[in-house]
């Protein structure tokens, strides 16, 4: 495939209007991986399976990428900043501090910006994480997803129920704004086991714990080769006790699958789901600007080789590790800002409509008025907000906004 960029029109809609533009953040992809595991379609693939990997060279190869996107959001202030894959504790310190360098460089970042990077209990070293902690990390996700060993092996994680507890202990050493991801409706996973989990989390005390139901999602080996998982009534039991547990242990249910103690919520994701702007880098990463009269997308090469050979070529182009990038439709940007906003359990101001999406939030009044008759949100002037229906039936409640449904 050529490097030349895909632009997609607007097939004659008519241009927004944004009075402002959203907050900003910055997505860091890092694309390696110890171990590829059999539910995850993430771009990321196996270290042992790149025999020309060099951390050296795409470090490099993302600083130059972040240097080409400016001209999409020179001046703006970066709210936050996310390293994911991927596995990016898999790199050295002085590798995300070279990347951190670079960012506090080339963009102005907002004063106690939250900075997060994905790590994987098997790759925790006690020096290692106090060096990202003094790079500028000061926010660690920590991808547990069971303290069972039964349940890791089912999931094929490469690390222990040993170096789950381990790297909660590292990382309570360092750093205090900690999120633990969890999953649940695991194979062969009782509701008792679920709980177990969840409950194990909540003894750490870390500031936000997140709970994802697993998925079969297409182009997996678990989706190839499904594994035997708990039935639909014992996956709801499951999330019904989950969500008690964390309540219980004072954590507000903020977003489907986010709880957090009350002021750590995640402004990295909460400005994704209030469709706020970000600027993805490193291979497959994608990218939502808004410009005063247009939405784009943006989404990098792929596959890490090709992605390295585009940002340290010679190519003419101002733009060489963009694979594709178009302008979001007017009916696709209403659809895209509800499909985000609903995920949160507050609701949103009806005004936050309008401020991102450019349009009235009359366009989608009959859309409202469906959901509302259906009993899947609750509106008034002011604010807008699923109920607990609709959280449980997000799905059939996203589908009332479908562009294809309403078209």
């Known amino acids: 495939m050529n490097s030349v960029i895909s632009q997609i029109p607007l097939s004659g809609a008519a241009a927004l209007g944004l009075k402002s533009l959203p907050p900003l953040s910055v997505y860091i992809h890092i ?28 470090v490099n190869a993302v600083i130059r990428d972040l240097e080409s996107a400016l001209p999409h959001i020179w001046g703006r202030q970066v709210t936050s900043v996310f390293f994911g894959g991927g596995t990016p504790s898999l790199f050295g310190a002085g590798s995300i501090d070279k990347i951190l360098a670079a960012v506090r460089t080339l963009l102005p970042l907002e004063p106690m910006v ?21 790079a500028g990390i000061n ?37 205090d704004n900690i999120n633990l991801d969890l999953m649940y409706a ?11 989990d969840v409950a194990t989390a909540c003894s750490f005390g870390v500031a ?6 697993l998925t079969l999602e297409p182009n997996t080996l678990f989706h190839r080769f499904p594994p035997v998982l708990p039935t639909d009534e014992q996956t709801a039991d499951m999330q019904d006790q989950i969500e008690r547990i964390l309540r219980e242990h004072q954590y507000l249910h903020y977003e489907t699958s986010a709880f957090a103690h009350r002021g750590r919520e995640s402004h990295h994701n909460r400005n994704y789901w209030l469709f706020g702007d970000y600027l993805g880098i490193g291979a497959g990463a994608h990218s939502k600007i808004s410009f005063k009269d247009k939405i ?4 990098r090469f792929k596959q890490p080789k090709t992605y390295l050979e585009k940002a340290t070529g010679s190519s003419i182009s101002a733009a060489p590790t963009i694979q ?48 509302e008759q259906r009993g899947l949100i609750e509106r008034d002037y002011r604010r807008i907000t699923p109920t607990l229906m609709g959280r449980r039936f997000l799905n059939d409640l996203l589908q009332i906004f479908l562009p294809e449904i309403r078209n």
């Open 114 to 134: 939250e900075i997060t990077l994905e790590a994987n209990p098997g790759t925790f070293e006690m020096q290692k994480f106090a060096d990202f902690h003094s």
């Open 296 to 299: 784009i997308r943006q989404m």
């Open 324 to 371: 594709t990038q178009f302008e979001l439709k007017r009916v696709d940007c209403s659809f895209e800002f509800m499909m985000n906003a609903l995920r949160l359990t507050g609701g949103f101001e009806s005004a936050l409509f309008e401020d991102r999406t450019g349009m009235p939030i009359t366009v989608i009044l009959p859309q409202l008025k469906e959901a």
């Open 186 to 196: 695991l194979p062969g996973q009782t509701v008792e086991d679920a709980c177990r």
């Open 139 to 175: 926010r660690l996700s920590i991808g547990i997803q069971s303290f069972n060993s039964q349940y890791l092996h089912a999931l094929g994680r490469v690390h222990s129920d040993d170096e789950a507890y381990r790297a909660v202990d590292i990382a309570q050493k360092t750093f």
């Open 208 to 213: 936000h714990l997140s709970a994802y139901h």
């Open 31 to 58: 694309p390696w991986c110890l171990k590829k595991c059999p539910y995850c379609d993430f771009n990321s693939h196996e270290l042992r399976k790149e025999h020309s990997f060099s951390e050296e060279a795409y």
